[in-house]
């Protein structure tokens, strides 16, 4: 059986959950008894994945699904430039969206830092992730992966 982990980082790429992490671990630890619980800094820019979870990929702006031959282009360029730069030209509308605001089904992202909670005994209910933003004093996504 493979491990579910939750991985929340911040809503917008340049957020920053660093200086309220232990405090937001040790309230996800309580409410969401996960088997692992962990903090990690990139130091940079990373994409963050849903790993077998991801099933397609739509423009945010016309539904339009996306191609995975265009996106691991759009990625590739991203990456050559440590994703300082997301925006990219659609092929779909031909009108510009971050990559981290296409809809990816199921959910990803791009972050500096993010928390990891592996195999949590309760899942994380919208008011404990509303508490978890107010503790770590910023919007966030939940991005649910299988491995």
Request: charged fraction near 30%; aromatic fraction near 8%.
């Amino acid at each position: 059986m493979s491990d579910c982990i939750y991985k929340i980082i911040p809503e917008s790429p340049n957020g920053d959950i660093s200086a309220n992490a232990d405090k937001a671990i040790a309230y996800l630890k309580r409410k969401t008894k996960p088997e692992d619980i962990t903090f990690t800094d990139h130091g940079k820019t990373a994409f963050i994945d849903c790993g077998e979870n991801l099933a397609s990929i739509s423009c945010p702006l016309c539904d339009a699904e996306l191609s995975f031959d265009w996106w691991g282009n759009a990625m590739n360029e991203a990456f050559e430039n440590g994703f300082s730069e997301l925006s990219r030209t659609l092929p779909c509308c031909n009108r510009e969206c971050s990559l981290n605001d296409l809809k990816y089904d199921f959910p990803c992202g791009f972050a500096k830092n993010e928390i990891t909670l592996t195999n949590p005994k309760k899942e994380p209910t919208d008011k404990i992730i509303a508490k978890a933003e107010t503790i770590l004093k910023e919007k966030i996504k939940i991005i649910i992966c299988r491995y």
